[in-house]
């Protein structure tokens, strides 16, 4: 596609239920970055893919949250068991080469999560 | 602890005139820096980026600036312009990082 997708936009759940976001990358791109943002904070980051594989999560905040890339495209992003202080924005952004994010990456419009 | 700071959380600046919006950083193995504008609903759009081998990278009416023993980048939009107004985010990032580590932003709003 021509830009890279994310669904749903908006997000409402109930404490402690289970949530999936999804990211629809620029076809092709090697790299998808998941990041998280707070109301009045920059993104922070949370889990880095190359193709299929998992290069990094160190960013993710707890084991409630859970990232995969099965066939090295589409990404989904689960939490489980939301709490309140999980509401954000997430954003999804990828990029044509891997591991250098120094030469900027696409951004997905986000999907804002609030947890009631 | 935050690594890129961003002092400002808004500026407003008149039409015409020029903008500077400044960013601090504290991590001495950040060698990339980028900037990001974000429109409301829409994801952080790449912006300029400068190396740190570089003190100026100029595109446009976009200059960054970087100053790698103040640990401090800059950037300057002139002439501004009313489609500036937006959330300008400074990044920075080891060279062959995978991730950018992100200031808090800062509103710009032109005047017109």
């Not at chain 1, 669904?7 to 990211?23: E, F, I, M, T």
Request: net charge positive.
């Amino acid at each position: 596609g021509a830009g890279v997708s994310q669904s749903p936009r908006y997000k409402v759940a109930k404490r402690g239920q289970d949530v999936a976001l999804r990211c629809d990358p620029i076809s092709g791109h090697v790299s998808l970055f998941w990041y998280q943002q707070a109301l009045g904070q920059g993104p922070e980051f949370l889990t880095y893919f190359q193709n299929e594989a998992q290069l990094d999560k160190s960013g993710l905040p707890s084991d409630r949250f859970f990232a995969e890339r099965p066939e090295g495209s589409v990404s989904t992003l689960k939490i489980q068991r939301t709490q309140q202080e999980d509401s954000a924005v997430y954003l999804c952004a990828s990029s044509l080469v891997g591991g250098q994010a120094a030469y900027g990456y696409t951004f997905g419009s986000g999907t804002r999560l609030t947890v009631v | 602890d935050q690594q890129v700071k961003q002092n400002s959380p808004s500026l407003s600046v008149q039409e015409g005139r020029i903008s500077i919006l400044n960013c601090d950083y504290t991590n001495s193995m950040f060698d990339y820096f980028l900037w990001y504008k974000k429109y409301p609903a829409e994801g952080p759009t790449f912006l300029i980026s400068i190396s740190s081998i570089k003190d100026k990278n100029e595109d446009g009416r976009f200059t960054v600036f970087l100053n790698k023993s103040a640990k401090h980048l800059s950037l300057h939009i002139v002439p501004s312009q009313p489609g500036d107004s937006a959330v300008y985010f400074c990044a920075a990032s080891a060279e062959y990082g995978n991730k950018l580590v992100f200031g808090a932003g800062t509103i710009l709003r032109v005047k017109s």
